[in-house]
């Protein structure tokens, strides 16, 4: 059986005490990428430029972590 590594992560986006987001995405060994947005309060979500960064940041986590998947990844040999 083959198995395919990976790196998961959650986060919410917190702005005052709610939970105005959530971005969760899976890195695969293989640098495959999937990743998930929720915005739970689109108001207060669009409203935030503290919530927008905080955003732009996870994402560059999650292309990183692709990267870094794909950098050590070594294909099988038949």
């Known amino acids: 059986m083959k198995k395919n590594k990976q790196t998961q992560e959650s986060t919410d986006i917190i702005?005052?005490?709610?939970?105005?987001?959530?971005?969760s995405f899976n890195a695969y060994e293989t640098g495959t990428?999937?990743?998930?947005?929720?915005?739970?309060?689109?108001?207060?979500?669009h409203d935030s430029e503290e919530a927008k960064n905080?955003?732009?940041?996870?994402?560059?986590?999650?292309?990183?972590?692709?990267?870094?998947k794909l950098a050590t990844y070594e294909v099988p040999e038949k």
């Open 54 to 68: 905080e955003l732009n940041e996870l994402i560059s986590d999650a292309f990183e972590a692709s990267k870094n």
């Open 15 to 23: 702005i005052g005490d709610k939970i105005v987001a959530n971005l």
């Open 33 to 45: 990428l999937d990743a998930q947005l929720t915005i739970n309060i689109p108001q207060d979500f």
